[in-house]
């Protein structure tokens, strides 16, 4: 059981979101059940020693509404306190010459 049923676990959908110095995974898995719930990883490149820092959160289907909704309000109090400017990154292997655009606006819908 443990780590081998982890890996188990049947991926259905997945998205890569490279964000600067992080990458966003959004996993879609399947329980034995076949019931669906979602995995939120944030990885990060350590600087010292080039290991990646791995955070995961694990998000199931009957919290999706409330989840949405305080994603959604702590976003827009931050929109509405802050001036937010979304950098959009293009994936280069030199970062010296991934291109950003600040002048785009930040949305957030869900």
């Known amino acids: 059981?443990?780590?081998?049923?982890?890996?188990?676990?049947?991926?259905?959908?997945?998205?890569?979101?490279r964000a600067g110095k992080r990458t966003y995974f959004f996993d879609v898995k399947a329980t034995?059940?076949?019931?669906?719930?979602v995995t939120i990883t944030e990885s990060k490149k350590r600087l010292e020693d080039g290991v990646f820092i791995?955070?995961?959160i694990f998000l199931y289907k009957?919290?999706?509404?409330?989840?949405?909704?305080?994603?959604?309000?702590t976003v827009e109090y931050?929109?509405?306190h802050q001036e937010v400017?979304?950098?959009?990154?293009e994936?280069?292997?030199?970062?010296?010459?991934?291109k950003t655009s600040a002048d785009e606006d930040?949305?957030?819908?869900?």
Do not use: C, Q, W
């Open 54 to 56: 791995k955070h995961k």
């Open 78 to 80: 931050i929109k509405d």
């Open 91 to 98: 994936f280069s292997e030199t970062p010296e010459v991934a």
């Open 85 to 89: 400017i979304e950098k959009r990154y």
């Open 1 to 17: 059981m443990g780590d081998f049923d982890n890996r188990e676990r049947e991926e259905v959908f997945s998205k890569k979101v």
């Open 62 to 73: 009957e919290d999706f509404e409330k989840f949405a909704e305080g994603l959604k309000e």
């Open 32 to 37: 034995r059940s076949n019931d669906y719930y």
């Open 106 to 110: 930040f949305s957030f819908e869900i």
